[in-house]
């Protein structure tokens, strides 16, 4: 009876919230789950492989690849670019995938005025001083680099209200997190509205 495109989950909120580390554990428990690769310029980190964390490209390419057509929307964040692929995603969902991505906050409302019917996710901690020592633990920033993201993510905590799921990803308390995300997965794929219009008579006059 389950049949028709898939659902678009997009989960944002400040740097260092854990949107990385739960959409990994994520994708662990939910192999169907396709994930969409971003195109950035920034320097790939020493555990980062091109095409699985990103596409690393260079500010040229970013731009032939953007002027094309080729990304559904795009930002600068902290001094590089980053953007969605539109092929990938589009393909997937009607192929009837799910999909999920992890832009940042910008990115996430240009998504929804491209997919209306894309589930918005924003990932916080349970205080927000646990960014900055989460940050810091993970060793992949300067520290001039973390005062900039922070300073981002207070801009980005007043989008909260136009997001439709909060995960409060306490700290320590990963598995928890990652459990309500996959809660919210699971029930949006229930809602009626979800369902071709065939499959809802076909139980009505069953
Ligand atoms: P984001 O993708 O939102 O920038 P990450 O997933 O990279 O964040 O997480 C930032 C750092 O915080 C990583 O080192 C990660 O291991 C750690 N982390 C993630 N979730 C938790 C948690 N619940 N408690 C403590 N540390 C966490
Ligand atoms: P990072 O450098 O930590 O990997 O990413 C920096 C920020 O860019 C994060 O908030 C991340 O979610 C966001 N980001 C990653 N890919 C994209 C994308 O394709 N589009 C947008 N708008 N933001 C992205």
Redesign the pocket.
Known sequence: MITGPGLLFVVS????????????ALRGRRPSLRYSVSATTREPRPEEQAGEHYFFVSRQEFGRLRDGGGLLESREYNGNLYGTPRDYIERSLTEGYDVIM?PEVNGALAIRAAFPDAVLIF?V?DRFS??R???L????ETNEEIAR?LEIATREMKFIRQFDYIVV??????E??VRDLEAILQAERFRIHRYPDDSIRRVESS
């Open positions: 909120g400040p740097s260092g919230a854990g949107k990385d580390t739960l959409v990994a992890k990932v901690p646990n960014l020592e989460r940050l633990a993970r060793r992949t993201r990803n306490e700290q320590d308390r990963l928890q997190a």
